[in-house]
């Protein structure tokens, strides 16, 4: 039994890490901060909405590493990212690439803004005040009998 | 036998809101009044069944009744006290009857509200109310039965998810509930007006408390959340741009716009329509929120079938209300009747601004959020849209949103003069640029975002202030001089003023949080004890490392001692790796060390024989993005305790005789 907080310590040290380890981190001050930025847009394909940067899954680390591998390699960051989109598809870049399919989504903002400025616009015209009407021959007689009563 | 009495009373709930609902349809079409009442009645009797049958599971949980399947799937007898009485909502059927009960109180607070709404209005509202109520009791008793048992009975329970044994989530979804739930009476009281075709000031202002309780709570339990994940999830972010937390920002986006334009209905009666839209919008995506998050359909469309009668059912409550009430708006909306005329430079117009730029962030939001799942559905492509994408839109909608806030304020109803507005804002501009500078002077080669970020915050509070003095001071006859008048007068300014500017302020104080995360440092490195590791101007020791019991958990703590870089000790701060065998998980807890408004956020990896690896970040001023959350509720609850808004409404019989116009203009 009292082994037992033991062998915990040994089990949890076996267990998963969390997100960049010390032993991960390139000696290039300048080499690691790209590899940082380039992780924080990488999605670990196996969690929900992390980055690499932030997951400790076992996957996420396999990525850092070949991310700092490609970087020691002498690849530029775009570089980098095309080679993992390659082996992994888009669904890797929490960034989507801008492109037919996902011309809708990047549109969104400068779209709601369009259409909600000229919604605007319309509506302000349209609710101009409506222009000055003369009084009918009628109405001026009843005017002028009211007028004369007081 | 007491958890049957609960799920009888639930299903009496179920007939009691059947009868809210139909009554005051039935009154209006038989001219008969008095049976108006009946839907008070039924109001206030549904409300005590779901608080019975709330109390009965909550009691089923708190003495760890594992004949209960709910209690069995989410308690432990090893749980401590506290999280035996938050696991009654830690779970699907739980907060969904957290979610009714809130529901229903809101329904009997509008039912015994006799003198804030007039009489038809309410009958109608709590109509609508009931139907809400309806369909989800039906819901949970079809398919979400928190009372049922399970035999034979286990000896212990399942405990609850470690991650959410924890205090912040004892409180967190309360209040986003009362967020989102509260905004059902404002969709309640759109759809009456609808199908009464008929809105004015009257309804806004009517409304305008009830929008205000809610917005004031959904900012806290967003803000709740948010601090939640930062200590919680162990790698010290404030904000994810996770789906599920996107599912809680969309209602808050809306409920903003629609407190503003209600504003713009109760004084100037324009926006009419555009309000009753924002209504429905706001409670439509309060329920994409609950509901979306329930399904499981935003990690993957596939998990949306894992429990077929539950996704039906759920997608038939979406399309029953977001459809039916949009519905309802295209074929009544042209019935009500527009009114108040103004200038595009007004204090009108910049409100609408202030929606457009809203609108357009939430629905940024919203397609951000659901892209990926309806491309997959159409094209088979799978793509993610994450926090790049998101910090890349929203801030852009965001920024000139709130450079407009301060500047709206500043100017007049109806027509205001931009030169004027300027001039009177000098002072905020000039702070603004000062801050601004003078942080980035501090911090020479830092960030480039960061100093602008501080120099909006400051722009916004000192903006906020000038605000309150502008008012107090006066124009043209009236303008005090002294400070000492000025000060009186502010002190008699309306609440609801004190509310618009404390909220405002809050924003600025958010601003300014988030601006400061630009100068947060990190350091990472394996320890040996005694050895140390330093981020920004704080250096941490690692004492020791040691296993530790707790009460349903074994956990290995590292004790630090934090000093400064003088070497003065500043305090200490344990960070450990947790282990829960009833759940077989392992969660990281991170240790924190409040400093002023910052902190020392500390984080342990992995566990070696000799030492541990260690995640050290110092947050400079981190804490103010939630202090200022609260500061925004606050003023919402500044705003609440106005004169015009307290209900009961005594002004009318004080003020019989007076000209309209000596209500006060604010």
Redo the contacts between chains.
């Keep these: 039994m009292r082994a037992a907080p033991l062998l915990l310590l040994a089990l949890l040290a076996a267990g998963p890490a969390r997100a960049v380890q010390p032993n991960e981190v390139l000696p290039d001050a300048s080499l690691e901060h790209r590899a940082r930025e380039i992780s924080a847009g990488l999605r670990c394909l196996v969690c929900q909405n992390q980055s690499i940067d932030d997951s400790d899954a076992p996957l996420a680390k396999d990525l850092r590493l070949i991310v700092r591998e490609r970087l020691k390699a002498g690849d530029t960051n775009q570089a980098v990212e095309d080679y993992v989109v390659r082996r992994y598809g888009e669904f890797v870049l929490l960034r989507p690439v801008f492109g037919l399919h996902t011309l809708l989504l990047w549109a969104t903002p400068l779209l709601a803004i369009l259409l909600g400025g000229f919604g605007i616009w319309r509506l302000s015209r349209r609710r101009a005040p409506p222009p000055e009407r003369r009084l009918t021959a009628a109405e001026e007689a009843e005017v002028a009998a009211l007028m004369r009563r007081d | 036998m007491l958890v049957e009495t609960g799920h009888f009373a639930l299903a009496l709930a179920l007939a009691l809101s059947l009868v809210q609902a139909v009554m005051p349809a039935w009154a209006a079409r038989a001219g008969e009044p008095a049976l108006r009442q009946v839907a008070v009645q039924a109001a206030l009797g549904s409300f005590a069944c779901v608080l019975f049958a709330f109390a009965a599971l909550t009691y089923a949980h708190a003495t760890s009744d594992f004949s209960v399947q709910n209690v069995v799937d989410n308690s432990h007898t090893a749980k401590p006290f506290i999280y035996k009485i938050s696991g009654v909502w830690g779970n699907h059927e739980g907060s969904l009857l957290l979610w009714v009960l809130i529901l229903t109180l809101f329904g009997a607070c509008v039912a015994v509200a006799r003198n804030a709404v007039p009489p038809v209005l309410r009958a109608n509202t709590l109509g609508v109310q009931g139907f809400i109520t309806f369909v989800f009791v039906l819901f949970m008793i079809a398919t979400s039965n928190p009372f049922a048992r399970v035999m034979p009975a286990p000896v212990e329970g399942r405990d609850l998810n470690p991650l959410l044994q924890d205090a912040g989530l004892a409180i967190h979804p309360p209040l986003l509930y009362v967020g989102y739930v509260g905004f059902s009476i404002t969709f309640a009281f759109a759809v009456a007006a609808l199908i009464d075709g008929r809105i004015d000031a009257v309804w806004a202002r009517a409304v305008r408390p009830w929008t205000l309780i809610a917005w004031s709570f959904l900012t806290l339990g967003i803000a709740m959340g948010s601090y939640w994940a930062y200590y919680e999830l ?2 010290g ?1 404030w904000w ?4 599920v937390e996107n599912a809680s920002l969309m209602p808050w986006i809306a409920g903003t716009a629609l407190l503003h334009s209600t504003v713009v209905m109760e004084k100037r009666d324009a926006l009419k329509v555009w309000t009753v839209l924002l209504a429905i919008l706001t409670f439509s995506l309060s329920l994409l929120g609950t509901f979306i998050v329930r399904s499981g359909v935003l ?1 993957s469309v596939h998990s949306f079938a894992t429990d077929p009668t539950r996704g039906v059912f759920i997608l038939g409550i979406l399309i029953l209300f977001i459809g039916g009430s949009l519905t309802l708006f295209a074929w009544r909306a042209p019935l009500l009747r ?1 009114g108040g ?1 103004f200038a ?1 430079i007004s204090r009108e117009g910049s409100l ?1 601004l202030n929606n ?2 809203l ?3 939430c ?2 939001v919203f ?2 959020t659901l ?1 990926p799942l309806l ?1 997959e559905m159409l ?1 088979g ?9 998101f910090n ?2 929203f801030v ?2 965001a920024v000139p949103l709130l450079l407009i806030v301060p500047f709206g304020q500043a100017l007049a109803w109806k027509r205001g003069d931009a030169l004027a507005a300027a001039q009177r804002l000098f002072a905020a501009m000039a702070a603004a640029l000062v801050v601004g500078l003078g942080a980035a002077a501090l911090h020479w080669g830092g960030p480039v975002l960061a100093p602008v970020g501080v120099g909006l915050g400051a722009y916004l509070i000192v903006g906020s202030a000038l605000e309150i003095v502008s008012r107090a001071r006066g124009y043209g006859a009236s303008r005090a001089r002294g400070a000492a008048v000025i000060g009186r007068r502010a002190l008699g300014l309306p609440r609801s003023a004190w509310g618009t500017a404390t909220a405002h302020a809050g924003v600025g104080v958010v601003v300014l949080g988030i601006a400061a995360q630009g100068w947060a440092t990190e350091g ?3 320890l040996k004890p005694g050895g140390t590791l330093a981020a920004g101007p704080y250096v941490a020791t690692l004492d020791r490392v040691a ?1 530790r ?1 707790g009460p349903n958990y ?1 956990e ?1 703590v590292a004790y630090l001692t934090i000093r400064n870089r003088a070497g003065d000790e500043i305090g200490h701060v344990e960070t450990s ?1 947790r ?1 829960y065998p009833s759940r077989q998980m ?1 969660v ?1 807890e991170s240790g924190l060390l409040t400093v002023g408004a910052s902190q020392v956020y500390a ?7 000799d030492g541990a ?1 260690l ?1 050290l970040y110092h947050k400079p001023y981190v804490l103010l993005i939630w202090l200022g959350a609260v500061v925004m509720a606050l003023g919402g609850g500044l705003s609440l305790t106005d004169r015009r808004m307290r209900v009961g409404a005594p002004v009318r019989a004080r003020a019989k005789g007076l000209p309209p116009s000596a209500v006060p203009a604010e």
């Design positions: 162990g790698w972010g994810f741009w996770d789906p990690t527009q005329l595009p609408v457009l730029f609108v357009a962030a629905a940024t397609v951000g892209y491309l094209t492509e799978k793509i993610s849209v994450g926090p790049p994408f890349f839109t852009p909608l990472l490195a394996t296993p019991t074994e290995t790796k282990f392992a990281t984080s342990l990896g992995e566990i070696q024989p690896g995640r």
